[in-house]
């Protein structure tokens, strides 16, 4: 079952990235332009700071920047999957609160790394619902469009962890 929101296409992103408050920063692997032209989102040295959901050949960060790569699927989330989404956020709040500058990316910088900016929001102190509207404002109404990601943020990905897990098979 996907967790995709089904009520017509998703535009693709207006930026490659978009800060969502200092130092933390949200985005994707593409983008389109002003033109509507699909470009490539390529990361450089731009931060300290990469965290990949999703990731493509070619597309950055070079050697030296701190890159953590961590494929997780647009959908519903196993128990680990949302251990690594906490674990994450938690290195990205430390290198916020550091005053290092933090990209997390997925494909379109709308799901997987609203997730991520959304925990880390909460873990720099805002609530679930304030994270999610920050997100929104700041990157894209189509942000964390995907219910279940919502869902997970709401009731706290702590909770929605052990949840998850009571749910898997022995």
Do not use: K
């Not at 997780?72 to 609160?97: G, H, M």
């Not at 990905?157 to 898997?168: V, W």
């Amino acid at each position: 079952m996907s967790a995709r929101r089904t009520d017509g296409p998703v535009p693709e992103p207006q930026s490659p990235w978009d800060e969502i408050t200092t130092g933390l920063w949200m985005g994707g692997h593409v983008w389109a332009d002003a033109d509507g032209r699909h470009l490539d989102a390529v990361v450089d040295r731009e931060f300290d700071l990469v965290i990949s959901l999703f990731t493509r050949q070619g597309h950055g960060p070079p050697e030296g920047v701190e890159h953590h790569v961590v494929p997780i699927p647009d959908d519903w989330l196993t128990s680990e999957q949302i251990d690594e989404v906490l674990r994450l956020a938690l290195i990205t709040a430390d290198a916020v609160r550091a005053g290092r500058t933090a990209l997390v990316r997925c494909y379109s910088g709308y799901n997987r790394s609203g997730l991520v900016v959304a925990q880390t929001l909460i873990e720099l102190g805002h609530d679930g619902a304030g994270a999610i509207d920050l997100i929104r404002r700041r990157r894209s109404p189509w942000a964390l469009h995907n219910v279940a990601f919502e869902q997970y943020l709401t009731t706290g990905l702590d909770i929605a962890s052990l949840l998850t897990g009571l749910e898997s098979p022995s």
